[in-house]
């Protein structure tokens, strides 16, 4: 591993994703998802990400640059065509829309087919909530995931995001509902870790610590029977509302040669906040935050507080990198091989 400053991450990236023929400003939008991912701790979705883009780009299954095409089915339903563009290009495009039309309905509800992989979904909450907008996000991916009791991927990892704004940074809840995610799995795999127990399953149905193992198997639920209803529930609400595929019909978020399948739905809703009320709901978090013992050996965390602090230290460190996989973003951005302006 070496720790690569964030601005030189960024600036690789970016040159990767031109020379794939992405336009600059999308270049910048999708690196920005990605180094976010590393900065908060999120390796998952972050840079090891962005070879596989430009493979996908190169074999025509993701286009450089579409911004989608939106069509209004009513005043507060935005149905969107992502025409196999770049995942935060298209729904951002989307939700810029979505926003604006919130705050004169109320609410407003986006769904995107024909999309690339969106990545991190607390990146898409923060941003809206950020504009005072209360938002959720839902995904789905590959069948991933297996069924409580059962031995083979049947469903998505099929996240969701909620995010609520707040006095400073908003609250973003952001979780899979599998124990975690497949990209976690590949992380583990690419660094040639062994898994913790109960993660996952072979391609047999039996249990295993063997990363790559598991990325030809499945991943466990999280909450046993109670994490596989809710994602069954947010898989199915996804194709009702996007018209996706379903289930092992889904294709193309970690393959470079597929279309990419899945659904994205987000739910912008304005909440006309009043005077002090993002003030209480930090108060409030203070106080969940302060309910833990006073020597700190039971700390109380929200969600988002671990990333924030990570956050905060690559920024001064770096983004820990396999050496790797920087030298392949070098090379994407056909640079040489040798790294520069490392920090270790």
């Avoid at 900065?39 to 493979?55: I, M």
């Avoid at 986006?110 to 909450?125: E, K, T």
């Avoid at 049947?154 to 975690?180: C, H, K, R």
């Avoid at 209803?229 to 294709?251: F, M, N, P, Q």
């Amino acid at each position: 591993m070496i720790n690569v400053a964030s601005a030189e991450a960024r600036r690789v990236s970016e040159a990767a994703l031109r020379r794939a023929g992405v336009p600059a400003q999308a270049a910048a939008l999708q690196v920005d998802l990605l180094i976010e991912a590393e900065l908060r701790g999120r390796a998952s979705h972050g840079l090891l990400r962005l070879p596989r883009l430009t493979d996908r780009i190169a074999n025509g299954v993701a286009s450089p640059t579409a911004t989608g095409r939106m069509e209004w089915r009513s005043d507060s339903f935005l149905r969107v065509d992502g025409q196999n563009g770049l995942g935060p290009v298209v729904a951002m495009e989307a939700l810029r829309s979505g926003a604006e039309r919130a705050r004169r309905t109320g609410v407003v509800v986006v769904a995107i087919a024909h999309n690339n992989h969106l990545g991190m979904l607390a990146w898409y909450a923060e941003k809206i909530a950020e504009q005072g907008l209360v938002t959720l996000g839902f995904t789905t991916s590959e069948a991933l995931v297996h069924a409580w009791g059962g031995r083979t991927a049947m469903l998505g990892t099929n996240p969701v995001a909620i995010g609520v704004p707040q006095e400073g940074t908003p609250f973003v809840l952001d979780m899979a509902t599998s124990l975690v995610s497949m990209g976690q799995i590949h992380d583990y795999a690419q660094r040639g870790e062994a898994l913790p127990p109960g993660w996952a399953l072979d391609a047999n149905g039996e249990p295993t610590t063997d990363a790559v193992a598991a990325t030809k198997g499945s991943i466990a639920p999280f909450g046993q029977a109670k994490g596989y209803a809710l994602g069954l529930a947010l898989e199915l609400l996804v194709v009702a509302l996007t018209d996706s595929a379903i289930g092992r019909d889904v294709t193309g978020t970690l393959d470079s040669t597929r279309v990419a399948s899945k659904g994205d739905v987000f739910i912008l809703i304005d909440p006309g906040l009043q005077p002090g009320t993002t003030e209480r709901i930090g108060a409030y978090l203070d106080l969940v935050r302060a309910s833990g013992d006073e020597q700190g050996e039971r700390r109380v965390a929200v969600p988002g507080d671990r990333a924030m602090r990570v956050r905060a230290e690559r920024l001064e460190t770096g983004i820990p990198l396999p050496r790797p996989l920087w030298a392949k973003l070098r090379d994407l951005a056909g640079e040489p091989a040798s790294p520069t302006k490392e920090l270790t």
